[in-house]
């Protein structure tokens, strides 16, 4: 018989967005992370606003329920999603969460992109995705890195996003 172990869950969320300038030279939405709005000559290219934070935090938590990817519960083929806040989908993720009688013990967001410089906002961000997912931000780590200059993300041609989460049981589901 297998010794009881605790009903901690491990998750692992991804996601890259192509950077491209606005319309009419390309088709990049305002560039945002986390809930922030940066100043940036180009953004992602999405059907959502792109939040590329988000959409790998979510793909993290859903991950760590042994669920489907974020694309699978938000279709880029459903015309609500056009343009949609990712807080949404945060939201969605937390409540699926909840659900299942899991909370979040932490989660360790790294962000990689040449430019814009994150550190400014870093405090915002995290206290953003603290405040959707109804944790303390001391629960919540992020952390920006470059490409070194090589390959489209150094190249400043994508933002690329890694999460892992992890969660334990408070409730029998
Ligand atoms: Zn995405």
Same mark, same amino acid.
């Given at each position: 018989?297998?010794?009881?172990?605790?009903?901690l869950?491990?998750?692992?969320?991804?996601?890259?967005?192509?950077?491209?300038?606005?319309?009419?030279?390309?088709?990049?939405?305002?560039?945002? #992370?986390?809930?922030?709005?940066?100043?940036?000559?180009?953004?992602?290219?999405?059907?959502?606003d792109?939040?590329?934070?988000?959409?790998?935090?979510?793909?993290?938590? #859903?991950?760590?329920?042994?669920?489907?990817?974020?694309?699978?519960?938000?279709?880029?083929?459903?015309p609500?999603?056009?343009?949609?806040?990712?807080?949404?989908?945060m939201?969605?993720?937390?409540?699926?969460?909840?659900?299942?009688?899991?909370?979040?013990? %932490?989660?360790?967001?790294?962000?990689?992109?040449?430019?814009?410089?994150l550190?400014?906002?870093?405090?915002?961000m995290?206290? %953003?995705?603290?405040?959707?997912?109804?944790?303390?931000?001391?629960?919540? %780590?992020?952390?920006?890195?470059?490409?070194?200059?090589?390959?489209?993300?150094g190249?400043?041609?994508?933002?690329?996003?890694?999460?892992?989460?992890?969660?334990?049981?408070?409730?029998?589901?």
């Amino acid at each position: 018989m297998t010794p009881a172990l605790p009903m901690l869950r491990i998750g692992h969320g991804y996601d890259l967005h192509r950077l491209e300038p606005p319309a009419p030279h390309g088709r990049g939405r305002p560039f945002i #992370l986390a809930g922030v709005h940066f100043d940036h000559p180009v953004g992602p290219v999405a059907h959502s606003d792109g939040d590329a934070v988000y959409h790998a935090v979510v793909d993290a938590l #859903l991950g760590a329920l042994g669920m489907e990817d974020i694309g699978q519960s938000f279709p880029d083929s459903a015309p609500e999603w056009e343009g949609k806040d990712s807080a949404t989908f945060m939201e969605a993720a937390r409540r699926t969460l909840e659900d299942k009688g899991f909370a979040l013990v %932490n989660l360790d967001v790294t962000v990689i992109c040449e430019r814009p410089k994150l550190a400014p906002q870093k405090s915002q961000m995290i206290a %953003n995705i603290a405040r959707l997912l109804g944790v303390d931000v001391a629960r919540v %780590n992020l952390k920006g890195k470059t490409h070194e200059k090589v390959d489209a993300v150094g190249e400043g041609r994508a933002v690329e996003v890694h999460v892992v989460a992890l969660l334990a049981q408070v409730a029998a589901s």
